[in-house]
């Protein structure tokens, strides 16, 4: 079993939709979570983190935490074209360690 | 400099031949990482350093790969004897490590092996 689960996707969403992204992972324990989007061809860049159980806003993201359900979301309002990407889940495990989960592939048609 | 980088940029190189890929964390940053990462898959982790020492090499596939830190700034990743399969996009991160639930890592541009 994978660390941290994404569906693949593509997930197409029209432009000024909501893009909804999930991630779930298998160690309890964990306590930060991260989101990255990755362009292709680039690295990954940080967008947030979460680690409180509930929402966390910053601008047209929102990322939702439920550690009962072991859960990580990310909600993109008004999408635009230009956040099709390959958003990347990161679970921070124990002695600092990261996982990442595989991605999912965002296409945001105009 | 303001962020990771990596040097080169890509490197090709024959079957067999040996290759070293270069990360020069933001400076402060205590912990960086080492990741491989393959078409359509997310980062893999390889190794990590803190300060100097390598804190979790338990990535790192074979005793072909071997990292290093000796100053507790720039690393370098080394590859003996490359395979096709070591093919890939090496990245490279570093965090502050405050010990807090928001250290977060910041990535360098990458290193894309390419081995013929």
């Known amino acids: 079993q994978k660390e941290v689960e994404q569906n693949s996707g593509p997930l197409s969403v029209p432009e000024g939709a909501i893009a909804s992204l999930n991630c779930t992972y298998s160690?309890?324990?964990?306590?930060?979570f991260f989101w990255y989007r990755q362009y292709s061809g680039k690295s990954p860049e940080l967008i947030m983190f979460i680690y409180s159980n509930g929402d966390k806003e910053d601008g047209r993201f929102t990322a939702q935490l439920n550690k009962a359900s072991q859960y990580v979301s990310l909600l993109i309002r008004d999408s635009q074209p230009s956040d099709s990407a390959t958003y990347l889940c990161a679970v921070k495990g124990g002695f600092n360690k990261f996982y990442f989960g595989s991605g999912t592939k965002l296409n945001v048609k105009p | 400099g303001a962020g990771v980088s990596q040097t080169p940029s890509n490197k090709v190189t024959e079957k067999g031949k040996y290759v070293e890929l270069r990360c020069d964390p933001i400076?402060?940053?205590?912990?960086l990482y080492w990741y491989r990462q393959s078409l359509g898959q997310g980062p893999e982790f390889l190794i990590y350093f803190q300060g100097t020492g390598a804190a979790d090499d338990s990535g790192l596939p074979n005793d072909r790969f071997f990292a290093v830190r000796p100053e507790g700034s720039v690393s370098t990743l080394k590859i003996q004897r490359t395979e096709r399969g070591d093919s890939a996009v090496y990245l490279c991160a570093s965090s502050l490590l405050s010990g807090g639930n928001t250290d977060t890592q910041y990535f360098g541009p990458g290193t894309r092996l390419t081995v013929l």
């Open positions: 400076s402060g940053h205590t912990a």
């Open positions: 160690d309890r324990g964990s306590q930060s």
